[in-house]
């Protein structure tokens, strides 16, 4: 590979660490999987480079994607932190929004802070909801609630003030100071993440960002000095839960933006194929080794959504934030699998890497979703990782056996198979969530599977959503790094702004939009890496007036141009009937923040068509049969398996079969279809019945 000409792309997971070293001159990708190494991960990025055929020294971008932020607040192994607020709103933070989504659970408990009450200060200043300044800050409180803090150990300090998003002066001050004084300090304001209404998330957010922050900083500097070390002289970018690309600086600060890194690059992955291939809608279905990821095509278009809660709706926390929307769940490859009074329970615990699934032989003692596969037949022992890993399915079948079947009451086959039909349960639940909360339904959705565990698994998921079209991509287990390339340079911007749509002035919108607008481009500008082009996108968040919860509504530029007013309010209705079943096109409608998502094009790598050939596939495709277990046969079944390096476009496969690649192996079920496109995408039709 030549050098300077090299995008490189790292995706970290909990169970594998996935490169893709694209050469910008010869259009080449190559790729490269290690398991992570959970104590210095920039030891498993460092591997899978070499593993690609690249070097640090000979690339011009590193696009990087990792779990680090996330995992720091599902894990609670952040950093000891303080949040200094207005006075009078200490407990803003653990009242939040009083929802109780089991009204008779008598064992319920509530979502916990990340801050304990008494390492939250308050703080004497106060903004009103105009901008106005009523009480001016208290400089000496500031000073010395941070004094105290320090003295109690904490690393971290959150700023939050009320309606800082329309008036930021105190909290910028407040910054200030602490930052002159405390220097080591990882200090965060609530208006530099969020400019919009709502104090219990935004508080929520600045809080997550100051706890994940000096973590997430570490990580980040330790990947630089390697970087440094190793010769590499190009641009670091970290992706967003956007999907996006921001500076390692940036990163750096707005921590929380990077909450969904990996999984947003996997959707961006599946954008760019279903544009390829001509798709309007699908789910992207991602399965690793740790979680499984859904995401949403609709039209064309990635589902973005302006929040989300991190660790669920009962207990989570949320992040009022610019994201891809994604529904997570903690069944993957290397979910434990346990029996439990007299039940059989799947994850959310995972082996991960160390020590991973007991056939790995890597010291796992507890069944995974990856050994039932292997106990079923639906991963060959010596072809794992193409061959570099040997699979013990001895080891696998014993401790199936011993701490699930014999428990249970079960042979070791309706062991296995129980295993993945609840972790099938659970995914299609997951994947209802990203689709029925917006008045989607799934069955009318193409499933885009990939991951190293996705396309195992695919065909189960569909059924159970009666989705009769999958496709996996080419190099699935890949395909989340294979993302990051093809991702943009991009800011997005949010600013409430509450004003009844008959009484909108488009002047004021506009105003509020360049505003935005310009600072985009000046980030973008300032990342320094050369882009092709700057699109821009707008949209507004909406309500009829009398309701408390608003909609996203994507805006036309052409809309603002001619300064249509009933065309906006069209979109609006359009939008709301989809995501609740009605519209009210009588009704007044009001706006009640403004968005903007400035992107920088960059150059994508691309897949070219393979050779193409008769149905059949070619004779030295064919890699031997054996005998998988199928529960809609009921027993094993002799089924063929093919190389899919070694198949062409157009070849045809009737089900039962196994697809096998270097990292991801696709079952194709009884009466199912696979058929190989004209750029080498799987596509599967699947049986109705």
Not at 221 to 233: Q, R, T
Not at 333 to 349: K, M, T, Y
Not at 661 to 666: D, G, I, K, L, Q
Request: proline share 4%; hydrophobic share 40%.
């Amino acid at each position: 590979m030549e050098s300077s000409r090299i995008r490189l792309a790292a995706d970290v997971g909990g169970t594998f660490t996935d490169v893709a070293a694209f050469d910008e001159t010869t259009g080449e990708l190559r790729l490269g999987k290690t398991l992570t190494t959970p104590a210095r991960l920039v030891t498993g990025v460092e591997k899978g480079v070499t593993k690609a055929g690249a070097r640090f020294s000979g690339a011009r971008l590193f696009l990087h994607g990792t779990t680090v932020a996330i995992n720091t607040i599902l894990e609670r192994t952040g950093a000891p932190c303080a949040l200094l607020t207005t006075q009078g709103f200490r407990d803003i933070y653990e009242i939040g929004r009083v929802n109780r989504p089991e009204s008779y659970n008598l064992f319920f408990r509530r979502h916990r802070p990340l801050i304990e009450r008494d390492l939250r200060y308050e703080i004497r200043e106060r903004v009103d909801a105009h901008g106005k300044v009523l009480i001016e800050l208290d400089e000496h409180q500031v000073r010395a609630a941070v004094a105290d803090a320090v003295r109690q150990g904490v690393e971290a300090i959150a700023i939050l003030f009320l309606h800082s998003y329309r008036n930021p002066a105190h909290e910028q001050r407040a910054k200030t100071i602490i930052e002159a004084s405390h220097p080591h300090l990882f200090v965060t304001a609530s208006h530099e993440l969020s400019q919009e209404y709502r104090e219990f998330e935004r508080t929520s957010t600045a809080a997550a960002n100051a706890y994940i922050g000096p973590r997430v900083r570490r990580y980040l500097g330790e990947i630089g000095d390697h970087l440094e070390a190793a010769g590499f002289d190009g641009d670091f970018l970290i992706v967003q839960s956007t999907g996006g690309l921001f500076g390692v600086e940036e990163a750096q600060s707005a921590c929380i933006r990077m909450l969904e890194s990996g999984p947003a690059a996997g959707v961006i992955g599946t954008k760019a194929l279903c544009d390829r291939i001509g798709l309007k809608n699908a789910i992207a279905f991602d399965m690793g080794g740790t979680t499984a990821k859904a995401g949403v095509i609709h039209g064309g278009d990635v589902l973005m959504t302006g929040s989300a809660l991190i660790g669920g709706y009962a207990t989570g926390l949320p992040v009022q934030i610019p994201m891809i929307d994604i529904q997570e769940v903690g069944t993957g490859g290397g979910s434990i699998a346990r029996a439990d009074v007299g039940a059989l329970h799947v994850g959310p615990e995972s082996a991960g890497a160390q020590p991973g699934p007991v056939c790995y032989g890597l010291g796992g003692v507890e069944p995974t979703i990856t050994d039932a596969n292997l106990i079923l037949g639906r991963l060959g022992a010596d072809r794992f990782l193409g061959g570099e890993i040997k699979l013990d399915a001895e080891g696998a079948r014993r401790a199936l056996e011993a701490r699930v079947a014999t428990p249970l009451g079960l042979d070791l086959t309706a062991a296995a198979d129980g295993i993945l039909r609840i972790a099938t349960t659970k995914m299609s639940h997951m994947v209802r969530w990203v689709t029925t909360e917006r008045g989607l339904d799934a069955a009318d959705f193409t499933l885009v599977a990939y991951g190293g565990a996705g396309p195992l698994h695919a065909a189960m998921v569909a059924r159970e959503l009666r989705i009769a079209k999958v496709v996996v991509p080419r190099a699935p287990g890949h395909f989340s790094a294979y993302g990051m390339l093809v991702a943009e340079l991009r800011r997005d911007f949010v600013k409430t702004w509450f004003t009844p749509l008959v009484e909108a002035s488009f002047a004021a919108m506009e105003n509020i939009y360049a505003e935005m607008e310009r600072r985009g481009r000046e980030a973008v500008r300032r990342s320094d890496v050369a882009v092709a082009g700057i699109a821009i996108e707008r949209a507004a968040d909406m309500r009829y007036v009398g309701q408390e919860h608003a909609v996203a509504v994507e805006l036309p530029l052409e809309l603002f141009r001619t300064e249509d007013r009933d065309g906006i309010k069209m979109r609006f209705d359009a939008v709301h009937a989809t995501r609740y079943g009605y519209s009210a096109s009588g009704e007044k409608a009001e706006i009640v923040s403004l968005r903007s998502a400035i992107t920088g094009l960059l150059r994508k790598p691309t897949f070219e068509p393979i050779a193409a050939r008769q149905p059949a596939p070619p004779p030295g495709a064919f890699r031997g049969s054996r005998p998988v277990y199928f529960a809609e046969a009921g027993r094993p079944v002799d089924t063929p398996s093919y190389d899919r390096a070694s198949l062409l476009a157009e070849n045809r496969i009737a089900g039962p079969a196994l697809i096998e690649e270097y990292a991801s192996t696709t079952v194709v079920h009884p009466g199912d279809v696979v058929t190989v496109d004209a750029f080498g995408d799987l596509v599967i039709e699947i049986l109705r019945s």
